[in-house]
C-alpha cells in the first residue's frame, strides 16, 4: 500500500502549479477556468496519491485532470447555453498543438501576456506571481509590503481586466518584448526573493521558488541575449543563491552575512555569476540589476568578512541610488555606511526613513543601535522586526537577539 506524505503532493504543487496553469490558460484562454481546473485536480491528487501512489509524471497527471475536470465544467455551463463556456470549450482541442512564436516555454508565454500594458506594473507582477508562481494572496501581500485584503482586490481586478478588455494569451511580437521586459524581470525578480527568503512558514528558503527564478531567468537571456539587465538579474540571482547554503545551521537558523562560512559558497554559481557581470561591464550599460549584481560580486570577492571592499560597495550603492531611488536601496546603503564611517553615521540616515512597516529597517537599526550600545533601544528595536515577519527562522533569529541584549 502506498504511503504518500503530503510534503510529496507539496513539493509537487511547488514545482508544477505554474506549468499547469500556463499550459490550461493557453488552452481555454481563460485564467478563472484555469485556477479552477488545477486547484481541483490538486485536490483529487491529495485524496487519490495516498493511496495509488503518485503517478510516473505528476505534472502530466495534474495537467490531464486539470484538463478534463475544465472541459467537464465547460460542458455543464455549455449545456446551459453560455455562450463563453461555449467559445472556451471550441477553443480547447483535444491536443494543443504549439503556437510559433519566439517563447516556447508556456510559463514564459504566460509572465509575458501577464505584463500587458494595459495592466498596472503592480498588477501584472502581482498576477504573474499568483499564476506562474504559486503563491497565495498572503505571500504576495507581504512581496508588496501591503494589507492582505488591498492584494485579493488587485488580483480580482487584473483578471478582471484581463477578461473585460479582451487581453489575448499570446506572446506579443519580438519588436515588442524589450517594452514588456521590465515587467517581466521584477516579476521573475520577486519570485526569487519570495524563495530566498520566505515570507512566512517555517523555512526560511523555499528552493523550488530559487530554482524556478533562476530558471526563467536562463531562459530569458536565452530568448534575449543583448539585453543586459537580463543578465544582470541572472547575474544577481546566481549570486545571491551561491550563499544559500551557508544561510542556514543544519538546524535551519538563520546565519548572517557576516558570519557564513565561506568554504560553503557555491564556487561554480559565483563563477558563473561574476562571468555574467563582467560581460555587463563590457556593455556598459548600467541598470538596477547589474548594479546590485556588482554589489553582490564584490561580496563574493572577499574570502573572509573583514576583507570586503565597502569603499566600492558603496559607491555602487550611490550609482544605484541615483538610478533607481527607493527607500529599501538607501537602508542598504546605510548598511555600507555603517561598516565606513560607523554605527552612529548610519543611524542617522536610518532614523530619517519612512519604512516602518518592512521589518529589515528595523532589524537593521536594532543592529545599529546595538553596536552603539543602547541595548533597551536596541531590544524594542528588534521586538519591532519581530512583530513584522511571519518567517519562523527569522523570528527566532530576532528572539535570539531580545534575548541577547536581556529582554524577552
Known amino acids: 500500500m502506498p504511503d504518500v506524505p503530503a510534503s510529496v ?21 481563460d485564467i478563472d477556468i484555469a485556477e479552477e481546473a488545477v486547484q481541483d485536480a490538486f485536490t483529487t491528487a491529495l485524496q487519490r496519491w495516498p493511496s495509488a501512489g503518485v503517478p510516473p509524471r505528476p505534472a502530466g ?75 497565495t494572496t498572503t505571500e504576495i501581500a507581504s512581496a508588496f509590503l501591503v494589507a492582505e485584503p488591498a492584494m485579493a482586490q488587485r488580483l480580482v481586478r487584473a483578471k478582471g481586466k484581463i477578461r473585460d478588455a479582451r487581453i489575448p494569451y499570446r506572446v506579443p511580437r519580438e519588436a515588442d518584448l524589450p517594452d514588456r521586459l521590465r515587467a517581466v524581470l521584477t516579476v521573475v525578480y520577486l519570485i526569487f526573493n519570495e524563495g530566498y527568503k520566505a515570507s512566512s512558514g517555517e523555512r526560511l528558503v523555499r528552493e523550488d521558488l ?39 545551521t543544519p538546524d535551519g537558523d538563520l546565519v548572517l552575512l557576516a558570519d557564513q562560512d565561506r568554504a560553503r559558497w557555491d564556487r561554480a554559481l559565483i563563477a558563473e555569476g561574476q562571468a555574467l557581470v563582467r560581460q555587463c561591464l563590457r556593455r556598459d550599460q548600467p541598470g538596477p540589476y547589474q548594479i546590485q549584481a556588482a554589489i553582490n560580486a564584490v561580496h563574493s570577492d572577499a574570502p573572509i568578512a573583514a576583507a ?36 552612529a553615521a548610519a543611524l542617522a540616515l536610518v532614523d530619517d526613513m519612512d519604512l516602518d512597516g518592512h521589518h529589515l529597517f528595523h532589524a537593521i537599526r536594532a543592529d545599529l543601535l546595538r553596536r552603539l550600545g543602547r541595548d533597551e533601544e536596541a531590544a524594542r528595536a528588534y521586538a519591532a522586526a519581530l512583530a513584522r515577519t511571519a518567517n519562523e527562522a527569522e523570528r527566532a533569529f530576532l528572539r535570539r537577539k531580545i534575548e541577547a541584549l536581556g529582554g524577552g
Not at 16 to 29: I, K, Q, S
Not at 229 to 241: H, I, R, Y
Not at 314 to 321: F, G, I
Open 308 to 343: 570586503t571592499d565597502w569603499g566600492q560597495i558603496l559607491q555602487l550603492y550611490d550609482q544605484l541610488l541615483a538610478l533607481a531611488p527607493n527607500p529599501v536601496v538607501a537602508l542598504n546603503r546605510a548598511v555600507a555606511v555603517a561598516e565606513l564611517d560607523g554605527p
Open 210 to 248: 530559487c530554482a524556478e527564478a533562476i530558471r526563467l531567468g536562463r531562459l530569458l537571456a536565452e530568448l534575449m541575449p543583448d539585453e543586459p539587465e537580463v543578465k544582470g538579474l541572472l547575474a544577481l540571482m546566481l549570486l545571491t543563491e551561491s550563499r544559500r547554503a551557508a544561510r542556514t
Open 9 to 29: 503532493t507539496e513539493r509537487v504543487f511547488r514545482e508544477e502549479y505554474g506549468r499547469a496553469v500556463a499550459v490550461l490558460v493557453r488552452v481555454f484562454g
Open 61 to 135: 497527471w495534474i495537467i490531464t485532470t486539470a484538463r478534463n475536470r475544465a472541459i467537464d465544467r465547460l460542458r455543464r455551463e455549455a449545456s446551459r447555453q453560455d455562450r463563453h463556456a461555449q467559445a472556451a470549450l471550441l477553443h480547447s482541442p483535444e491536443a494543443p498543438a504549439q503556437e510559433e512564436d519566439p517563447v516556447h516555454d508556456d510559463r514564459l508565454r504566460l509572465i509575458f501576456t501577464c505584463c500587458h500594458p494595459a495592466l498596472a506594473p503592480a498588477s501584472r507582477v502581482a498576477l504573474t506571481l499568483r499564476l506562474l508562481g504559486g503563491l
